[in-house]
């Protein structure tokens, strides 16, 4: 008898399709985030300051399939990588599935509907701005990529992380 159950309830990270692999993306946009990290405590802190590549209304790349033509240091998710990034949202499919986790009931291959993640909060629609006019990152740490929506009605919410402090020395990260 053929096991019905979603793929991402049946195989690994590393044992999915291309096509698998990228359907798991939510649309959300975070990962799409400026990170600062602070180089006494290695601690991530987000900004709300987006990659010049992401359409902020639609949270999607401008030009996904040559994203790293225009952002070279753009970083392209590996199954085996995915562990080991401290910098993913804790909403993040990949973050959540590596972890012995599921999808939550806003992800689009739940719900069956990409507007889903916007409605739940998740995504960084109307939250962010271009990196080209945005400044200097430090003026635009923000904790809210950093942590869970507050639970909605009928959506499964999740731990929130306290908010961080401002670190005092910083470099910017992934």
């Known amino acids: 008898m053929p ?3 979603p793929f991402w309830k049946r195989k690994s990270l590393s044992a999915m399709t291309r096509t698998e692999w990228e359907s798991l993306c939510d ?13 006494d405590t290695e601690e991530v ?5 987006a990659c010049r590549m992401l359409d902020t209304q639609g949270c ?5 399939a040559n994203r790293r033509d225009h952002v070279p240091d753009c970083v392209q998710l590996k199954a085996k990588m995915v562990p080991a990034l401290d910098w993913l949202p804790p909403t993040c499919a990949y973050h959540l599935l590596a972890r012995g986790e ?17 409605r739940a909060g998740i995504s960084v629609r109307g939250r962010v701005v ?9 003026d635009h740490v923000v904790s809210w990529p950093g942590r869970w929506p507050p639970r909605l ?8 992380a306290a908010d961080p402090a401002a ?3 910083r470099r910017k990260t992934g």
């Open 153 to 160: 009605p009928g959506r499964r919410g999740g731990p929130k």
């Open 45 to 49: 802190h987000f900004t709300n300051v």
């Open 60 to 64: 999607g790349c401008r030009d996904y």
């Open 167 to 169: 670190p005092t020395r």
């Open 27 to 39: 649309g959300c946009g975070r990962c799409c985030l400026h990170k600062i990290r602070d180089e």
């Open 130 to 138: 271009s990196e080209r006019d945005a400044g200097a990152l430090e």
């Open 102 to 118: 599921d999808l939550p009931d806003w992800h689009p291959l739940v719900s069956g509907d990409p507007e889903s993640v916007h």
């Open 3 to 5: 096991d019905e159950r």
